[in-house]
């Protein structure tokens, strides 16, 4: 196997008396889509929460590259490549979709105005035409506002941010959730073109069928631990489903 792009050891994190994350451990390798499973309260968020930033683990080191990284803030996490599409989505619903996708990385114009703080809004928009369409997230209209648009085309905004943004790895917190048959597709088309782009992709996602047709591998999750890993073409489901809920044991020291 490769150098791990980005290993996650013995991570703890407990909110008073919960321990969210007990010793887990996590390895994304460069390029690859891995799936983070487990039921409810198996750590999947927090473990995700701490790669990206949002909260700061009690105990554990995260390499990336090879070199221990600390990761406090979502910038720290952005300024190592690590963009995150989360449930929710994140966008700013009164924003057009170059608003959203350039959101806190805003292009000023040049000279005065920039100095004075004017956004170059049609260069933006330019930008942001060419990115959706390079991706071939199909907007009806690129000047409505995203609380109007459907959640495909939603979900098709905030995957395309990542991707413009992500030199390394994208974190997917159930990307196709509450999506219809087509829409899923469209995800599943642009998770493809991240991994040949050479970036990774994490996904976080409770259906399986969706997890076995696109993921090279997949890390399961229990009470807070890694328990297993797989090579998705060489297991089945059942074998999955029997890590996730404790039939099998422990396939390494967590």
Known sequence: MPVPLLEVTNIAKRYGHIEALRGANFTVYPGEIVALLGDNGAGKSSLIKTICGVTKPDA??????GQVVTI??????????????YQDLALAPDLDPAGNLFLGKEI??????????????????????????RLNVKLQDINAKVVNMSGGQRQGVAVARAMVWASKIILMDEPTAALGVVQTRNVSELIRQVKAAGVAVVLVSHNLPYVFEIADRIEVMRLGRRVARFVTAETTMDEVLDAMTGVTAPQEAA
């Open 108 to 133: 000023l114009y040049p000279g005065l105005l920039g100095w004075l703080g004017v956004l170059d809004k049609p260069e933006m928009r330019r930008q942001a035409e060419a990115s959706f369409a």
């Open 60 to 65: 554990g080191e995260i390499r990336f590259n």
């Open 72 to 85: 406090d803030s979502p910038q720290a996490s952005r300024d190592l490549g690590i963009e995150t599409v």
